[in-house]
Each structure stands twice: as C-alpha cells, then as structure tokens.
T-cell receptor
Framework: GAGVSQSPSNKVTEKGKDVELRCDPISGHTALYWYRQSLGQGLEFLIYFQGNSAPDKSGLPSDRFSAERTGGSVSTLTIQRTQQEDSAVYLC????????????????FGEGSRLTVL | QKEVEQNSGPLSVPEGAIASLNCTYSDRVSQSFFWYRQYSGKSPELIMS????GDKEDGRFTAQLNKASQYVSLLIRDSQPSDSATYLCAVNDNDMRFGAGTRLTVKP
C-alpha cells in the first residue's frame, strides 16, 4: 500500500488479556516509531526502530510492553496483561533516514489502533 | 530525559488574526525541529521543519528557531477556521519526541 497500515483499527479487550497491534510501514522506510496517545493528550514516545540497529526502547512504560520488527519491515507491538490505563490510540509512523544525513523528520503516520481495555 | 514543552491551550483567535504557538525543549544538542498539525480524530501531519536559527516561511506559516534559548515557535498569519486543530511541536534526535500539543480554534 501507499501509506502506513495499522491493524486492528479498533480493539476491545478485557483487563488481563494480551493484545498485539500490527504496523506495516511504507515500503523502503528504514525508521519505524510507535507512539501512544490518550484522549486529549500528546504523543507519548514508546519505541523506535532504525534499520538493523538495536531499537530505542526507552519510552516503553513497563515490561508488559514489547515490540519487534521482523525483516526490517512489519512491526508488532505487544501488550501483556492489559490494564485499563493502557486504553489509548496507538500510532505507528515510518520515515526514510540515511546515515550521515539530517533526518527530514517527516514521519508518515498510520490511522492508529484504538485500544479499549474494559 | 528529553522534554518538549508546549502550552496546552486552548488558544482561540478570530479569523484573519495571527496565531502564535510556542515550544521549548530541554536537550541543548537537538538539531531538528518540526511542527505537526493534528485534526480531531486524525493522525498528525507535518507542516513545517526548521534546522537553523531564524525564521522559515512557507505560505501563511512561519517557524522560528532560537537554539540559544531552546525555543521554537509557529506563527500562522491570516488564520482560517480550517486551521483549527492541535499543533504538535516535535524535536528529533533520531527518536522523535513530541510536545503535548496546543489546541487552536479559529473563530469565524
């Protein structure tokens, strides 16, 4: 597809269940970001993947959160033992970045996955 | 801890006025700065980038950067109701960090 694709668009789950959110970035984009946005709030950085480098996991709020990126393309964000405070929109973004060049900063966002934990 | 701070607003201006949005950041070595616009229920989209001290103009939008003061601003001239959105300041040290956003309402 032409843009960043995220699935599911909506997910309702019960407290304590595990969820997986998927992001398919724009083809050829080397950088992939996950953010969380609660209602009326800004974007909370979660994790950043750049090429084959070790991901920057500094934003993950707890060890219940993990993410992987397979083959430098598709990424999955996993939340284990979900809690009500995990309810938010999870946004994925990708960008093209070449080592030695200033990152243009143009992140292309998906439509997000809205997670509701009951 | 890298911080990006914005006034959450809301900011309300009449149609045709200048809207001024401000942002400060904590990491002195940051080099790349961006403004994103987010309409309600939509994902953010890039509207301006700035890398050097001074002003950068693009149509009705002007971004201003002062690295010594660690300050970035966005001016919107001749504000239109269609500019009503949340404006997010972002600072890129490869892990792009966003401020909380300022909600702007332009009243006809």
């Amino acid at each position: 597809g032409a843009g960043v694709s995220q699935s599911p668009s909506n997910k309702v789950t019960e407290k304590g269940k595990d969820v997986e959110l998927r992001c398919d970035p724009i083809s050829g984009h080397t950088a992939l970001y996950w953010y969380r946005q609660s209602l009326g709030q800004g974007l909370e950085f979660l994790i950043y993947f750049q090429g084959n480098s070790a991901p920057d996991k500094s934003g993950l709020p707890s060890d219940r959160f993990s993410a992987e990126r397979t083959g430098g393309s598709v990424s999955t964000l996993t939340i284990q033992r979900t809690q009500q405070e995990d309810s938010a929109v999870y946004l994925c973004a990708s960008s093209f970045w070449r080592r030695g060049q200033t990152n243009t900063g143009e992140l292309f966002f998906g439509e997000g996955s809205r997670l509701t934990v009951l | 801890q890298k911080e990006v701070e914005q006034n959450s607003g809301p900011l309300s201006v009449p149609e045709g006025a200048i809207a001024s949005l401000n942002c400060t950041y904590s990491d002195r070595v940051s080099q790349s700065f961006f403004w994103y616009r987010q309409y309600s229920g939509k994902s953010p989209e890039l509207i301006m980038s700035i890398y050097s001290n001074g002003d950068k103009e693009d149509g009705r939008f002007t971004a201003q950067l002062n690295k010594a003061s660690q300050y970035v601003s966005l001016l919107i001239r001749d504000s239109q109701p269609s500019d009503s959105a949340t404006y997010l300041c972002a600072v890129n040290d490869n892990d792009m960090r966003f401020g909380a956003g300022t909600r702007l309402t332009v009243k006809p």
